[in-house]
């Protein structure tokens, strides 16, 4: 059963979208309501939500930069999103950020549970273990022959320096119509963390593998994908100068976002645990040789952290840190990090536009890196301990403060008492108002 999230500042709307999609005899489970950017944020951080229903303009958070957040906590859920506006600019940042559609309001009850019900039957069923996946293929998968020359050569291009590189990049151009112009690039490897198999069933995967990421990246980014080595893939990224220069994105949080989404649906549909190594983002293919080392590094990182499986080559100091550093002082690097960001959440919890990956940029490290070492270390979620600093800040004023429920919320970093009595109560399991009494 799938979990749908539904969010919009006017209540009679979220109500009346509720209604349809609990009477539609979808196969739906949970229905939650959010009536504002930051309270759809908890449900996300909390709950495991399949389908994101947002309109664009909310007060203080808008639906696009909800649908930025939202991606960076849960890259593999979708999106539909609702607005009273049809805005060219809005609805082709939306679709770049990978919504599924765009609807005009008023919403047609029709038109939005097709819309509804295409999202949740593309959800595709993975199978129930990793035999059941390769039986399957077998079976059914018909492996195309990838162009062994083609695939080479992109290869190539992550060892080859110098004018050769550009004479290579030219001859891809004319012989296969790659085009890499960026002039900016990135480089993500992909380790697929396979059984004993045969070579043949390591190419098949490898392929399935390939095919997960046309499915998720072929219609919104500009990439190309090849397999590379033994069971990995490769996958070259690159902007234009207009997309580079777009504020909308910090384009970082962008690339981790594709390698969350990226390692996430590899496991979920092949049964097969992987490793995302996710180099910088560099300007001009001189550097492919550099960037192609910083991912294939970045992958060796879990070696020091073997239960995370994303890494970016930024996060780590590498002139202090190298391959011959000792567990003791990735532990202490790893400490310094979090106590950072246990400093900086202390001091700014209240604030309002606080988030994750805020927190992360003042640490210098990706959201995920920091999602994961706080974790590790405090035994709490990052949000986690951001809910626990502002409840128990908001108990406190309301037992030895004469302020009002609406002004504590404010003091404690809510835009409405709606969104901090909703969150007092599933903290406390009870209200503001009874705890006052």
Known sequence: MYNILVVDDEPLICKGLSNMLGSSGM???????????????DYIRAEEI??????????????IELMNQAKIVKPWMETIVISAHE??????????????????????????????????????RPASSQNDVLSSMREHFQMAELDPGKNKALNELLTTAGSKLAKDVSALTAKYGIMLHGPYFAIIRIQLLLPEVSLKDKALFQYAALNIVSELLDQNWNHFAFSSGDSQICIL???????????????????????????????KYLRVQNVAGLSQILRGAEFFPELGEQAQKALQWNRNHA????????????SLHGDDSSEEEWVAQSNLIVKKAKEYVDGHYAEKGIT???????????????????????????WEYVVKLRMEESKRLLLSSGLRSYE?????????????????????????????N
């Open 237 to 267: 990224l690159q902007w234009s100068e207009q997309q580079y220069a777009d504020p909308a994105v910090n384009k970082i949080d962008q690339l981790e976002m594709i390698g969350r989404g990226l390692n996430f649906n590899i496991e």
């Open 307 to 318: 239960d995370h499986f994303i890494f970016y080559y930024g996060d780590v100091k590498w």
């Open 27 to 41: 196969d739906i489970g949970h229905i939650f309501i959010a009536y504002s950017g930051y309270e759809a944020l």
């Open 87 to 124: 805005t060219f600019q809005h609805a082709q940042m939306a679709i770049r950020l990978g919504a599924k559609d765009y609807m005009i309001k008023p919403l047609k009850n029709d038109q939005f549970l097709d819309s509804v019900r295409n999202v949740l039957l593309s959800y595709a």
């Open 356 to 382: 994750a990956n805020k927190v992360a940029h003042k640490c210098h490290v990706s959201p995920n890196y920091l999602s994961y070492l706080f974790k590790k270390y405090m035994g709490c979620k990052l």
């Open 408 to 436: 504590v919320a404010d003091r404690v970093g809510y835009e409405s008492s709606e969104h901090f009595s909703k969150s007092f109560k599933r903290y406390f399991g009870i209200s503001p108002r009874e705890l006052k």
């Open 50 to 63: 399949d389908l994101l229903i947002t309109d664009i303009q909310m007060g203080e958070m808008s639906g």
